[in-house]
């Protein structure tokens, strides 16, 4: 079983910036992809960015040029950098592990 522990959201303002850490631990056979989504109120949780282990990188078109995805695979470890962040960033920012494993969410709040 995996667990997943995120940390790094907050509150900041719009153009600010904020990076999310998620870690991996417990059995784990093999990490190919790890990566992000986000939901905000009333929405649907949608796609934010993605990394292979191979360092094959996707953005959604919303973020694309804002936030960098990155991953320390000795640490089994992903990051998002967020930056120019707007209030439509506002959501609630998981992480997943093979598309199997999720985390418990972190909360990213923009004021305008």
Known sequence: QVQLVESGGGLVQSGGSL??????????ARISTMGWYR??????????AGITSGGRINY???????FIISRDNAKNTVY???NNLKP????????????????QGTQATVSS
């Open 80 to 82: 998002l950098e967020m």
């Open 60 to 66: 959604s078109d919303s973020v694309k040029a804002r």
């Open 39 to 48: 939901q905000a109120p009333g929405k649907q949780r949608e796609l934010v």
């Open 19 to 28: 990076r999310l850490s998620c870690a991996a631990s417990g059995t784990i």
């Open 88 to 103: 439509e960033d506002t959501a609630v920012y998981y992480c997943h592990v093979n598309f199997v494993s999720w985390g």
